[in-house]
């Protein structure tokens, strides 16, 4: 049905479905009827348009009704008697309804806004499933934990798929949990916050939320949770947003870690800083004393003949202490560097312990020290380097004595413990504080809050046993109840099987009884004259000379068994002039001893390269040197193989 454009709109209903085009306007008469009421009205202009009017609608084929504002039949054309069977004299003049239309405009625009209002409806729901779909599609691909939780006890109504992975669960196993089952560890905590939310309506935060997982990990997350709107105003449910923030926890206590490490490492410098301020002090002391006791000995004896031997001793006792004091350095220096190769073999821990404690017994005495000593009956046996195991243990009882009151007692112990020998030294003096005990083998490390450094010693002996200790695949403790109750060191070292005494048989007068021709070369003239000095003591014939070329006139022109020969010569050095030895007498070569003030390992490995037979450390030990010219002596008469370097 079209709307005349003219014309408000209106609806029909009739008895058949061809639409029909309806037009409103003011009544005028069709036909003869129509002239008869413009004349009436009396308007020729309105005749007119009523007449220009038939012309259009007479012809038309669509069926053309005119009608009044009442409703009343105005004009009815051809197509109109042929669509309802009825021509324009029944239909004119009568109401629409009797000639079978009926005004549906009301019912069609009410049609009309009911079709418009499905398709606003129908539109509505199509943009809240495509809200929907995105939103579900946002949530099933958050990066962030997602869910609803749902009733008193908060059961999970729904979860997303970055839920289940942060759980490490399956989703089966979450849907329907109440919180409690959800997150047993920390339940007690989420509960009063998701039930916060529930009575005040508003997000509620959990910063840092640390969650135990089934796998025995633990995530850290921030979790927000907000109220779902419900009837009546109140939350139907709460849903959660978790992010994960492990690695950003992990981060920050990485970072926390990181200051703790710098300030540990701050503080420990600041303290090893004081220790080398303490060390430097004590060290200035330690070389002081002793060269003081030296020096003042040196003017008595010159000027005091009756005290003279005396204050040699004196000198002779401060001289071994200073060279002591060189050696822990050196050695601590060494150990550091990683220098120190053992030389192991079948030692027995008696041994060990009559050489050492001969060496100690002067000290002991002076202080009115008592000594026990107690080893198994069946002998005490390990593999281990003998010098280093002596060292470890004069250390042991050097600092027993030092830290004991005169008239103390100290005792030595040694004893199998499965497969371990383990080795005591206990003493009944000054003790060790037990703030000190953890750091007792720190290099440096002296017990604080005394004026006696006469008794501190430069704090290095403890570190060098440790580390010595240590490189025989040992470990050595410190134990002490406080000051004034004593200290035990305990060294546990790898065992041996005890094995069968065996017969020795010394030849020890023998050797020292050797007399030798040796050849002294060193460029300082004290220490020249004072080597030959002692070797003469021991009945030795000695030479002198103070460079390489005169030890090369020397060696041409006399018959030398030994050769103690400095490294650091002036012109032609030491290995230069062993080498020209080697080279020009070949087998008549005497036995070279290198003298030198270094005594690393690649330095007795370069001595041993340019032909030495041994290597010395200065200054050397008078008891040491005399038996060893005389066992180089023997041994180049008799023709073996000289004796290793060591």
């Known amino acids: 049905m079209r709307r005349a454009s003219n014309a408000s709109p209106a609806w029909r209903d009739g008895p058949r479905l061809t639409p029909c085009i309806v037009r409103a306007h003011h009544p005028v008469a069709d036909g003869a009827r129509g002239a008869v009421a413009g004349r009436r009205r009396g308007g020729a202009r309105r005749w007119t348009r009523g007449r220009r009017r038939r012309r259009v609608v007479e012809p038309s084929g669509d069926a053309t009704i005119s009608f009044t504002r009442e409703g009343t039949v105005v004009s009815w054309n051809w197509a109109a008697e042929r669509l309802f069977g009825y021509g324009a004299e029944h239909a004119i003049g009568r109401p629409m309804a009797q000639v079978g239309i009926h005004d549906v405009t009301d019912r069609r625009r009410a049609e009309q806004d009911r079709a418009a209002s499905v398709a606003r409806e129908q539109a509505a729901l199509a943009e809240a499933e495509r809200e929907r779909d995105f939103a579900q599609l946002v949530i099933a691909n958050a990066p962030i934990g997602i869910g609803v939780l749902e009733g008193p006890d908060h059961r999970a109504r729904m979860v997303n798929p970055r839920t289940v992975e942060l759980s490490g669960t399956t989703a089966a196993k979450l849907l329907g949990r109440s919180i409690d089952e959800l997150v047993p560890e920390v339940a007690h905590v989420v509960r009063p916050v998701i039930d916060r939310v529930y009575d005040s309506g508003k997000p509620a935060v959990l910063r840092e939320l640390a969650v135990p997982l089934p796998n025995g990990t633990t995530i850290y997350a921030d979790v927000t949770y907000a109220p779902l709107p419900g009837d009546g105003g109140k939350p139907a449910g709460v849903i959660y947003l978790a992010q994960d923030v492990s690695d950003r926890k992990r981060a920050e206590a990485d970072r926390q870690g990181l200051l703790a490490i710098a300030e540990r490492a701050r503080a420990e410098a600041e303290s090893a800083n004081r220790a080398k301020d303490e060390f430097l002090a004590t060290l200035t002391h330690e070389l002081r004393n002793p060269l003081a006791a030296v020096r003042n000995a040196v003017i008595t004896a010159r000027l005091d003949e009756p005290r003279r031997e005396r204050a040699l001793e004196i000198a002779w006792r401060q001289v071994d202490q200073l060279v002591r004091i060189v050696e822990d350095l050196l050695e601590v220096t060494r150990i550091s ?40 009956s069946r002998g005490v046996e390990l593999e281990a380097d003998p010098a280093r195991l002596e060292q470890v243990l004069d250390n042991l ?55 006696d450094r006469a008794e501190c010693g430069l704090g290095v002996g403890l570190t060098v046993v440790q580390k010595l200790v240590e490189l025989h695949g040992g470990r050595v403790a410190a134990f002490s109840e406080g000051p004034g109750t004593g200290a035990e060191f305990m060294v546990r070292l790898p ?9 020795e048989v010394s030849a020890t007068a023998d050797v020292v009884a050797g007399r030798a021709r040796v050849l002294v070369v060193e460029d300082n003239v004290d220490v020249a004259d004072s080597l030959a000095m002692i070797l003469e003591l021991f009945g030795h014939e000695v030479q002198i000379t103070h460079d390489g070329v005169a030890a090369l006139a020397a060696v041409h022109t006399g018959t030398f068994d030994i050769v103690l020969l400095d490294i650091g010569l002036p012109g032609m050095d030491g290995y230069d002039v062993a080498r020209r030895i080697r080279g020009e007498l070949g087998p008549t070569t005497p036995a070279l001893v290198a003298l030198t003030g270094y005594g690393r390992d690649e330095d007795k490995e370069r001595s041993r390269a340019a032909g030495f037979d041994q290597h010395l450390v200065k200054p050397i030990d008078p008891d040491m040197l005399g038996p060893l010219v005389a066992r180089l002596a023997m041994t180049h008469e008799t023709g073996p193989e000289p004796a290793p370097l060591h």
């Open 495 to 503: 065992a041996l099987p005890a094995a069968p005494p065996a017969v």
């Open 337 to 376: 560097q990683g220098r120190i190769q053992l030389r192991k073999e079948r030692v027995s821990l008696a041994t060990v312990l009559e050489h050492v404690v001969e060496r100690v017994r002067p000290q002991l005495d002076e202080r009115g020290h008592a000594l026990s000593v107690s080893l198994p």
């Open 397 to 451: 009882l050097v600092n027993a004595a030092k830290y004991t009151a005169p008239g103390g007692h100290i005792a030595v112990t040694g004893e199998y413990q499965g497969e371990e020998v383990v080795l005591r030294v206990r003493d009944d003096g000054r003790g060790i504080a037990l703030d000190m005990l953890p750091r007792v083998f720190d290099l440096f490390a002296q017990a604080e809050g005394t004026l």
